[in-house]
């Protein structure tokens, strides 16, 4: 008999040994979680067998053919099964227990039989009879008491984390394919509900919350939970969409199991197959994968952000394909409610790409910037390393609503709770920190209060963004007729595509000029190499003269500047700089007072290329969030006195150790 959640997961993992041999490790889940799922199912719709078989008789005899309304009202459930079997008779007959389970799998309600067809359990099934497992394997689980009386939801759903993160472990799945910590779900779900606790304590509140990652429902269930503390009148609809099949299954199993409507967990991939198209959402939470690629729906996303822009989901821009984070975040900014409805809130949880990632003219800094000039994001709340299963990286939670309480208009609030985590007593793969209550209590006070102090930094939101300009200075080339560089003119494509009757004679006249003189000045040099031609009568076109300059010239700082036939001078390539300029200065202004007294002859180059698309203006608009740099404090270097005495005692150690050595 197992009695607590530790013991029920180690129940649970221990029976995957018996799978050893037959199955790879990486394959243990296709078993384990389908039929843990079963085993909870078997225990609930147990005490409601009775009449659910009664009530099927009865429907059968009236030639009733949509059953399933009144057996639910049976089953006082979502969930019933019409079977004569549990988990118990079952293992009465092991000759033909793969075709009763088979049965008594297809007996249940279509929401529940669906489950199962996403786990391919049939196939597991035939494999495991084939094995001589199956019935070794059902007897055990039907030791494993998981009747909703002895293990609340919140339990089940952390035995089904710990199994799904173990699995995980085993098939080797990407850093970012975690499960997020019901300690980081309790934060999140305070952070986004906080502003709104006095319109959930209405009487008869409804609302609706969502997740487009929802894995195995932890964060709708948390969010359920909250909502029930505050009131239990309150009516809390959840929402999500997962593309793994196991754990939606698992989610929806869940959802059943607790009474909500299965119908609003949906199979698939959120980029290309939105299960919510026409829906709109009051709160929405989520965890999605970290650095995870989205080639493989690219050809989809990109053809809607294209043709739709704005009026599809992804109109603000694309982030590079290796990390789809910012796609789920306009995914769900496009599911808000307009404010004449109330609103939106979301809360979701990022690694450190999403805040700086990509200079100006990158889809993540146009994302950024369609954020912050909307006026979306409340705040950034920085966790602490090594609290998901999975990864060891830092984490941030942003808080977003299109309907911000004046108080934190035109500004983002900024959290540095990096250091607030206690030590594990055992660590879960490479969680070994974890947030205790009065942690969430602490950054969810930081939250409410909206105060600066050395955790909290309240930002301006026009401070993130800048402009870039560009920074060039004069070209200056001295030149030389070097043997050497005449000979690299094989190097030039522009000269090696001339006949070669005019190579060799284009390089005859130059071997003419003086290899001891150093031109210091283009348009004298290049006046000579003229000269030159016109007294051996040789004719090229531009580009050849192009590709002696390069073959024959090199920078030189104390030459004379270069420049074009305008009397312009022409900028170095290798000397060019970008500067950013923050938004509100000028920056003409700001080339002046903070560039030109300290660069000579420097010029902003003034392209049209290097204006912004949006507003038109100098300098192309970027957004970036640097954290970390509103909280850094400086850290005077020791004095040499004490520097000095530490190398003295290494000395003194270091001869005493050879002293030894020799003696």
Same mark, same amino acid.
């Given at each position: 008999?197992?009695?607590?959640?530790?013991?029920?997961?180690?129940?649970?993992?221990s029976?995957?040994?018996? =799978?050893?041999?037959?199955?790879?490790?990486?394959?243990?889940?296709?078993?384990?979680l389908p039929?843990?799922?079963?085993?909870?199912?078997?225990c609930?719709?147990?005490?409601?067998?009775?009449?659910?078989?009664?009530?099927?008789?009865?429907?059968?005899?009236?030639?009733?053919?949509?059953?399933?309304p009144?057996?639910?009202?049976?089953?006082?459930?979502?969930?019933?099964?019409?079977?004569e079997?549990?988990?118990?008779?079952l293992? +009465?007959?092991? $000759?033909?227990?793969? %075709?009763?389970l088979?049965?008594y799998?297809n007996? @249940?309600?279509?929401?529940?039989?669906?489950?199962?067809?996403?786990? $391919?359990?049939?196939?597991?099934?035939?494999?495991?009879?084939?094995?001589?497992l199956?019935?070794?394997?059902v007897?055990?689980?039907?030791?494993l008491?998981?009747?909703?009386?002895?293990?609340?939801?919140?339990?089940?759903?952390?035995?089904?984390?710990?199994?799904?993160?173990?699995?995980?472990?085993?098939s080797?799945?990407?850093?970012?394919?975690?499960?997020?910590p019901?300690?980081?779900?309790?934060?999140?779900?305070?952070?986004?509900?906080?502003?709104? $606790?006095?319109?959930?304590?209405?009487?008869?509140?409804?609302?609706?919350?969502?997740?487009?990652?929802?894995?195995?429902?932890?964060m709708?269930?948390?969010?359920e939970?909250?909502?029930?503390?505050?009131?239990t009148?309150?009516?809390?609809?959840?929402f999500g969409?997962? =593309?793994?099949?196991?754990s939606?299954?698992?989610?929806n199993s !869940?959802? =059943?199991?607790?009474?909500?409507?299965?119908?609003?967990?949906?199979?698939?991939?959120?980029?290309?197959?939105?299960?919510?198209?026409?829906?709109?959402?009051? @709160?929405?939470?989520?965890?999605?994968?970290?650095?995870?690629s989205?080639?493989?729906?690219k050809d989809?996303?990109?053809?809607?952000?294209?043709e739709?822009?704005?009026?599809?989901?992804f109109?603000?821009?694309?982030?590079?394909t290796?990390?789809?984070?910012f796609?789920f975040l306009q995914?769900?900014?496009?599911?808000?409610?307009s404010?004449?409805?109330?609103?939106?809130?979301i809360?979701i949880?990022?690694?450190?790409?999403?805040?700086?990632n990509?200079?100006?003219n990158?889809g993540?800094?146009?994302?950024?910037?369609?954020?912050?000039?909307?006026?979306?994001l409340?705040?950034?709340v920085g966790?602490?390393?090594? =609290?998901f299963?999975?990864?060891?990286?830092?984490?941030?939670?942003?808080?977003?609503?299109?309907?911000?309480?004046?108080?934190r208009q035109?500004?983002?609030q900024?959290?540095?709770?990096?250091d607030?985590y206690?030590?594990?007593?055992?660590s879960?793969?490479?969680?070994r920190?974890?947030?205790?209550?009065?942690h969430?209590?602490?950054?969810s006070?930081?939250?409410?209060?909206?105060?600066?102090?050395g955790?909290s930094?309240?930002?301006?939101t026009?401070?993130?963004?800048?402009?870039?300009?560009?920074?060039d200075?004069?070209? #200056?080339m001295?030149? #030389?007729a070097?043997?050497?560089?005449?000979?690299?003119?094989?190097?030039?494509?522009?000269?090696?595509?001339? $006949?070669?009757?005019?190579?060799?004679?284009?390089?005859?006249?130059?071997?003419?000029?003086?290899?001891?003189?150093?031109?210091?000045?283009?348009d004298?040099?290049?006046?000579?190499?003229?000269?030159?031609?016109?007294?051996?009568?040789?004719?090229?076109?531009?580009?050849?003269?192009?590709?002696?300059? #390069?073959a024959l010239?090199?920078? +030189?700082?104390?030459?004379?500047?270069?420049?074009?036939?305008?009397?312009?001078?022409e900028?170095?390539?290798?000397?060019?700089?970008?500067?950013r300029?923050p938004l509100?200065? !000028?920056?003409?202004?700001?080339?002046?007072? %903070?560039?030109?007294?300290y660069?000579?002859?420097?010029?902003?180059?003034e392209?049209?290329?290097?204006?912004?698309?949006?507003?038109?203006?100098?300098?192309?608009?970027? @957004?970036?969030? +640097?954290?970390?740099?509103?909280?850094?404090?400086?850290?005077?270097?020791r004095?040499?006195?004490?520097?000095?005495?530490?190398?003295?005692?290494?000395?003194?150690e270091i001869?005493?150790?050879?002293?030894?050595?020799?003696?």
């Amino acid at each position: 008999m197992v009695e607590n959640f530790t013991e029920k997961t180690d129940f649970i993992w221990s029976i995957a040994d018996l =799978l050893r041999g037959d199955y790879k490790q990486s394959e243990y889940q296709k078993v384990i979680l389908p039929l843990t799922v079963l085993r909870r199912l078997d225990c609930v719709t147990e005490q409601s067998k009775d009449e659910v078989l009664e009530r099927y008789e009865q429907l059968q005899k009236q030639g009733i053919e949509n059953v399933a309304p009144s057996l639910k009202q049976a089953a006082d459930a979502e969930v019933y099964n019409t079977s004569e079997y549990t988990f118990e008779s079952l293992c +009465n007959d092991p $000759d033909d227990i793969a %075709e009763n389970l088979q049965y008594y799998i297809n007996q @249940y309600d279509e929401e529940t039989t669906e489950i199962f067809e996403k786990f $391919d359990f049939d196939h597991q099934i035939q494999r495991l009879n084939e094995a001589n497992l199956l019935y070794k394997v059902v007897r055990q689980f039907a030791e494993l008491p998981l009747h909703p009386d002895e293990v609340p939801n919140e339990e089940m759903g952390y035995i089904y984390e710990e199994l799904i993160r173990k699995f995980n472990e085993l098939s080797n799945e990407t850093a970012g394919e975690h499960f997020t910590p019901r300690e980081v779900i309790e934060l999140m779900v305070n952070l986004v509900f906080q502003e709104d $606790d006095e319109v959930l304590t209405e009487q008869d509140a409804i609302r609706t919350v969502y997740d487009p990652a929802c894995g195995t429902g932890g964060m709708l269930s948390v969010a359920e939970e909250y909502v029930r503390q505050l009131n239990t009148d309150a009516n809390l609809h959840v929402f999500g969409q997962e =593309l793994n099949p196991e754990s939606y299954a698992v989610c929806n199993s !869940d959802m =059943l199991i607790k009474g909500q409507e299965p119908e609003n967990i949906i199979y698939g991939n959120s980029f290309t197959d939105d299960g919510f198209p026409s829906r709109t959402f009051d @709160y929405m939470l989520s965890n999605p994968p970290f650095g995870v690629s989205w080639k493989k729906v690219k050809d989809q996303v990109e053809r809607e952000h294209e043709e739709e822009g704005f009026a599809g989901r992804f109109g603000a821009g694309l982030p590079r394909t290796n990390d789809g984070a910012f796609l789920f975040l306009q995914h769900m900014l496009s599911k808000m409610k307009s404010p004449s409805q109330g609103g939106s809130r979301i809360a979701i949880v990022f690694n450190g790409s999403p805040l700086f990632n990509g200079g100006p003219n990158s889809g993540e800094s146009a994302i950024r910037r369609w954020i912050l000039e909307n006026d979306w994001l409340e705040a950034i709340v920085g966790l602490p390393k090594n =609290l998901f299963y999975n990864t060891g990286i830092r984490t941030y939670i942003w808080v977003l609503s299109n309907d911000k309480p004046e108080r934190r208009q035109g500004h983002v609030q900024l959290i540095d709770a990096q250091d607030l985590y206690a030590e594990m007593d055992e660590s879960l793969g490479e969680k070994r920190h974890e947030l205790t209550q009065e942690h969430i209590n602490e950054i969810s006070r930081l939250f409410g209060d909206l105060k600066a102090n050395g955790r909290s930094k309240v930002v301006p939101t026009e401070e993130f963004g800048y402009r870039r300009i560009v920074i060039d200075r004069p070209l #200056r080339m001295s030149f #030389r007729a070097t043997e050497e560089r005449i000979e690299s003119l094989d190097d030039e494509r522009a000269f090696t595509n001339r $006949d070669e009757e005019v190579q060799e004679a284009v390089k005859e006249a130059l071997y003419e000029l003086d290899s001891e003189t150093q031109w210091m000045d283009r348009d004298e040099f290049m006046q000579e190499v003229e000269d030159c031609f016109e007294r051996n009568d040789i004719d090229v076109r531009n580009s050849v003269y192009n590709a002696i300059e #390069r073959a024959l010239g090199e920078q +030189n700082d104390d030459a004379e500047i270069v420049t074009d036939s305008k009397g312009n001078p022409e900028h170095d390539t290798d000397l060019r700089d970008r500067e950013r300029v923050p938004l509100g200065k !000028d920056p003409r202004e700001y080339f002046e007072e %903070e560039v030109q007294p300290y660069v000579e002859n420097a010029w902003i180059n003034e392209s049209s290329k290097y204006h912004d698309d949006q507003d038109g203006e100098l300098g192309v608009v970027g @957004y970036e969030i +640097n954290f970390d740099r509103y909280f850094y404090e400086y850290e005077p270097p020791r004095p040499l006195e004490e520097i000095d005495a530490d190398i003295r005692e290494l000395e003194d150690e270091i001869v005493e150790l050879l002293s030894e050595v020799t003696e």
